[in-house]
């Protein structure tokens, strides 16, 4: 009930997602970065629709990677739990990953050399801050979106829910 079954529902499910995670991760992260202001937020606020695209095309690239670590790392037959926590954290420790880097060449609007050399600085933090995001905000606002979707869906269709 909380997963989607179909691709129009995983499009649905990745933009709730995506939306919720863009507009906390991105404004945490730039403002840890370079000062909580008000025109930093504003600044982020305008880039937030070229990360969200980023965002997109860096989940459909990492789904498969993070479905394959998945597998390594849980055994069939744990909990359905177990294994939406292991994929969350398989999913963004590799978008992790990417967005320390392409996220600041996004926020600033140049390709430089210094999120490569500040990586090692900056993945953690931005690493423990979207976990905690995903885990605790996007990823569970998502699936009960999903849960109430398929309800709605599975009553107006005439089974018993």
């Known amino acids: 009930m909380r997963l989607p079954r179909s691709r129009k529902e995983f499009v649905l499910f990745m933009m709730v997602i995506s939306i919720i995670s863009v507009n ?3 404004p945490i992260i730039t403002c840890m970065e370079v000062g909580f202001t008000f ?5 982020t606020l305008q880039v937030i629709p070229v ?20 597998s390594k790392i ?23 990953i990417i967005f320390t880097i392409v996220g600041a060449w996004i926020g600033n609007w140049a390709v430089t050399m210094e999120p490569i050399e ?5 993945w953690p933090r931005n690493f423990g801050i ?3 995001v995903e885990l605790l905000i996007a990823q569970p606002i998502a699936r009960e979106v999903m ?8 009553s107006k269709a005439g089974y018993a829910v």
């Open 24 to 26: 906390i991760i991105a």
């Open 39 to 43: 025109e930093n937020y504003l600044h």
């Open 51 to 70: 990360v969200w695209v980023a965002v997109i095309a860096c989940v459909l690239i990492t789904y498969r990677p993070a479905g394959f670590l998945t």
């Open 74 to 96: 849980t055994a069939q037959g744990d909990s359905f739990r177990s294994c939406i926590t292991i994929n969350i954290l398989c999913t963004v420790f590799l978008m992790s």
């Open 118 to 122: 500040m990586f090692i600085y900056r």
């Open 130 to 132: 979207a976990l905690g």
């Open 147 to 154: 849960n109430r979707f398929h309800i709605w869906k599975d």
